[in-house]
């Protein structure tokens, strides 16, 4: 087997688990949960986008996975006894919530959020609010992010292409790396 690396078209030929990097430094996670723990949430995170298209919700709206302990496993291939230890440890640090189904169906997952350590700074997290941010309260204000009200942000933040988020026509974004400027610096340049 040979070394390939990769060429900048082929930058987005895969599609990832998000791994919230929390879930390594936060003491409520970092040594509750073992490696397998915290990339089976990763990979539960991933079912709740298709659960959301399946329309797996309950009556409160909340939104749940169907997965088996079988599958888990074999997906990221570990044995069934690490597998129920990894629903176990999520279980325990309250990132799952499990609902049983019996008659052999399996069971209603809920996946919990991540309770954040206020240690860490907020960078590694996202704060999502509705209407207009100015106009929040003091409280909530001091939610946010100071990356959200750098010069950076602001004058960048209209500049930027989302390629990784668009969907494109076959040949499209080909075209688009292809046509892009060498230096990538000058797609930030006024």
Known sequence: MNFIPYKTNEILEYTFY????ELFVNKYYKTQLSLEAKVLYGLLLNHLTLSIKNN???ENNNVYVILTRDTAGKLLSISNKTTS??????????????IKRGCT????????????????????RKIYTSGNVKSTSQEMNNLHTNYNDN???KETKRKKANFEQREYVKGELDYLIKNCPSNLDSLYEN
Do not use: T
Not at 85 to 98: S, V, Y
Not at 105 to 123: A, C, E, F, L, R
């Open 151 to 153: 010069k950076y942000n």
């Open 18 to 21: 998000q791994l919230p990097i």
């Open 85 to 98: 230890k990894a629903f176990k440890e999520l279980k325990e640090c309250k990132l799952i919530n499990e």
């Open 105 to 124: 169906k399996p069971n209603y997952i809920y996946v919990g959020k991540i309770q954040h350590d206020n240690s860490i700074p907020n960078m590694m």
């Open 56 to 58: 797996w919700r309950d």
